[in-house]
């Protein structure tokens, strides 16, 4: 009830504004308007008259007089007079009052008409004063009176108009506003009521409420959508440790992982740095939308920096990035449950080129990755790589100068010098850097002309981690070989210029909690695929799935070429079974990137017109991004996965392929060059430039009885699960937190000095 009075009282006010507006422009327009026609009017009656007096102006009066009177006759005339040249009386109408009309008498000179509107006791009038000409001259003047005070009725009336249509309207909203909040809003409130009491229930709600689709609800749908997930994903962890406790497993969960970080940091903050930001702002149409970029260092750090209040520093990619910061460059995320902050930093197109694809993709990533591309490094792209680490350096110096013993998380190998920047300022701080691809052999990093320089910089960190043992045995031995320093093999640490460096393998992983981990009905799975099939058209029985960025390092030839040689020597799988490449594109201003793009998409072109027939295609290369959710129906409809890296950190495809197999009947096919091959021993391990025995295994996946893919893909979810994102995030940050950090008295005292102020 207190809605709709609200709710009618605006209305009415409104109502009342506008029609009150209405009316004095209304008013205000007729009031000229029947001004004007008077004065039109009154000069055309004087001007007709004067015709008639001229000649008789000489002669007697009483003919004028008789003139005058035959005049008054006409509507609204309120009289006239006639004066000779020296203002004399010589007719004037009956009834006039002679004050009336001795009203501005010009001097007979004069030969202009002039007219005027005035009140005269109470009364609204105009006059118009027109000479009598003869022979050219002014003889005299004629003045002619009107009553004008039908104007002011005729304002009056519309006024009176106006006042009764504001009371009808007035009253048809009192009556129809009840009407409209009881039948506009009564059903999307009861949807909503019906959807809130839903989730309230427990259900599985992943959209918002059935609200219509006008733009006054969006808002409202959109946050109840963000209440649903955000309820929801709490409910499942809540559950999620519930059953673990029940059960006494140790899987780790985002929520024992936001638990156990409160306990390590008690106040320190986290600061993560790297060259991809968490989220990104993006123009959109008209308005600026905010976007999550593929990215599995995302779903691992951010419960660190939600339970820790700290801050993420990355370079800004989306065009809307700076619409959207403070005056220091920082903006609260998530968006609608801000809990840390992102700092920008802002690098211009020149650095990006020389930093990001020089220095460390062209240079670094081939080095890193043994994939047969000869890395590249220019003098110019070093000095930006330089440039952009120190950047990135005062930026982290800024965020943690007064705070005492931060934890800084510098990840991936655009950053190798930032360790040592910081700790030579902050002694105090404790800083890690994760290396997320491979690290080489000591002879192949030596080709890098400022190895020393990236060396020097990493061991400034407290701790450097890898996926792979192997990865931190080459790094070692890459240190003994090109510095000098002290190597402990047996706490896998380097003593270097009076510190050491802990190296440490942390196998990183995907989430794997919560609905994932349970089983998927055959059903839904033949379903689910059954809309892939339409939605590509496909008729085939069998699917096979791979999912890459276009790079060179993924071995996406060699596993083309193995499907080749498949159908060539397993002709019965011809018009059975297909296999989707999804690959997104990467890096594409870079040449040999380019290059690449176009051999796969040949390729593939080449193999289909060999094989094609029937409506039937061997290949379908799907070369754009697609977000997690889209790739989701295609994992857990594909019978096998092929990850045939040459040479990968960990790929975590692999991982993502195995949590999203809940039916557990699917295979894995997996590079042993890739660094998850390490763990996950019951995929199908192969040497991906073995183009027949990777075809074999192909067949050899297909043909797997069910038994054997059921065991297979339950050992690998159960090491999936147990070896999950949240346990490689608790890992790194409890082996950082037992480092002990000693500040230098300088910092001591600064930061005293700050916590006094």
Not at 8 to 20: A, D, G, H, T, Y
Not at 145 to 163: N, T
Not at 607 to 616: Q, V
Not at 646 to 670: C, P, S, T, W, Y
């Amino acid at each position: 009830m207190r809605l709709s009075i609200r709710l009618s009282s605006v209305l009415v006010f409104s109502v009342m504004i506008v029609s009150l507006g209405v009316a004095l422009y209304q008013t205000n327009t007729e009031r000229r308007g029947l001004r004007h026609e008077l004065e039109r009017r009154a000069l055309g009656v004087a001007e007709n008259l004067e015709k008639s007096v001229a000649p008789l102006i000489k002669g007697p009066s009483n003919e004028l007089q008789q003139l005058v009177r035959q005049f008054a006759v006409h509507e609204r005339l309120a009289g006239a007079a006639i004066y000779d040249d020296h203002g004399h009386a010589l007719a004037m109408t009956p009834g006039l009052a002679p004050a009336i009309a001795a009203r501005n008498i010009p001097r007979a000179q004069s030969r202009a008409a002039l007219g005027q509107f005035f009140t005269f006791n109470g009364r609204f009038l105009h006059g118009v004063t027109v000479p009598v000409l003869v022979d050219g001259f002014a003889a005299g003047r004629l003045q002619v009176f009107h009553d004008a005070d039908y104007i002011g009725a005729q304002q009056a009336s519309l006024w009176r108009h106006a006042f009764i249509g504001m009371g009808v309207q007035t009253l048809l909203i009192l009556c129809v506003t009840p009407l409209i909040l009881r039948w506009g809003l009564r059903r999307p409130l009861t949807h909503l009521a019906v959807w809130l009491a839903d989730l309230r229930g427990g259900a599985a709600i992943s959209e918002g409420p059935d609200l219509p689709e006008e733009r006054t609800f969006q808002p409202l749908k959109r946050e109840a959508a963000r209440l649903a997930s955000t309820l929801t994903a709490a409910r499942a962890a809540v559950m999620e440790e519930a059953r673990l406790r029940a059960t006494a497993e140790a899987v780790w969960t985002s929520e024992r992982l936001r638990v156990f970080i409160q306990s390590k940091l008690k106040d320190s903050r986290v600061i993560v740095v790297s060259n991809r930001e968490p989220y990104e702002h993006r123009h959109h149409g008209g308005t600026i939308e905010c976007s999550v970029p593929a990215s599995g260092l995302v779903t691992a750090l951010e419960p660190v920096l939600r339970a820790s209040g700290g801050t993420w520093i990355a370079q800004a990619t989306g065009d809307a990035d700076r619409e959207t910061v403070d005056e220091h460059d920082r903006v609260r995320v998530p968006p609608g449950n801000p809990q840390y902050s992102l700092r920008r930093v802002w690098l211009t197109p020149e650095e990006e080129e020389g930093f990001y694809s020089g220095f460390a993709n062209e240079g670094l990533w081939p080095l890193c990755h043994i994939a047969h591309t000869r890395p590249t490094f220019r003098p110019q792209d070093w000095g930006h790589y330089v440039k952009v680490n120190q950047r990135f350096a005062d930026t982290v110096l800024e965020e943690i100068e007064d705070q005492p013993e931060p934890m800084v998380l510098v990840q991936d190998y655009h950053f190798a010098l930032l360790p040592r920047l910081i700790k030579s300022v902050r002694p105090d701080a404790r800083v890690a850097i994760f290396w997320h691809i491979p690290w080489p052999n000591s002879e192949a990093f030596g080709i890098c002309p400022w190895q020393n320089e990236l060396l020097t910089g990493l061991l400034g960190a407290d701790l450097v981690g890898f996926h792979a043992q192997a990865h931190c045995n080459n790094f070692l031995d890459t240190v003994d070989r090109a510095l000098e320093s002290r190597i402990d093999h047996e706490r896998f640490a380097v003593a270097r210029q009076g510190r050491a460096t802990r190296v440490r393998p942390f196998p990183i992983s995907v989430p794997f909690v919560g609905e994932a981990s349970q089983p998927a009905s055959a059903e839904s799975r033949h379903t689910e695929r059954a809309g892939l099939c339409r939605a590509n058209g496909l008729g085939t029985v069998q699917l096979g799935i791979g999912v890459d960025r276009v790079d060179y390092t993924k071995g996406l030839l060699e596993r083309l070429r193995a499907l080749e040689l498949f159908f060539e020597k397993y002709r019965s799988y011809r018009g059975r079974f297909t296999f989707v490449q999804i690959g997104a594109p990467s890096r594409t201003h870079i040449r040999r990137y380019q290059d690449f793009m176009q051999e796969v998409a040949a390729e593939a072109e080449r193999i289909n017109h060999r094989f094609r027939s029937n409506g039937w295609q061997p290949l379908v290369f799907i070369p754009r991004h697609h977000s997690h959710e889209q790739i989701l129906p295609y994992y857990r409809a594909a019978d096998v996965c092929l990850v045939t890296s040459l040479h990968d950190g960990m790929n975590l495809v692999a991982k993502e392929f195995i949590a999203a197999r809940a039916d557990e009947q699917a295979v894995l096919v997996l590079s042993r060059f890739a660094g998850a091959s390490q763990e996950l021993l019951d995929a199908l391990i192969i040497n991906p430039y073995d183009t027949e025995a990777l075809a074999d295994t192909i067949y050899r996946a297909l043909e797997m009885t069910p038994e054997e893919r059921q065991e297979r893909m339950a050992r690998l979810r159960s090491v999936v699960r147990e070896h999950n994102i949240y346990r490689w995030a608790g890992s790194l940050i409890s082996e950082l937190a037992a480092i002990r950090v000693e500040a230098q008295p300088a910092t001591r005292r600064r930061l005293r000095r700050a916590a006094g102020e």
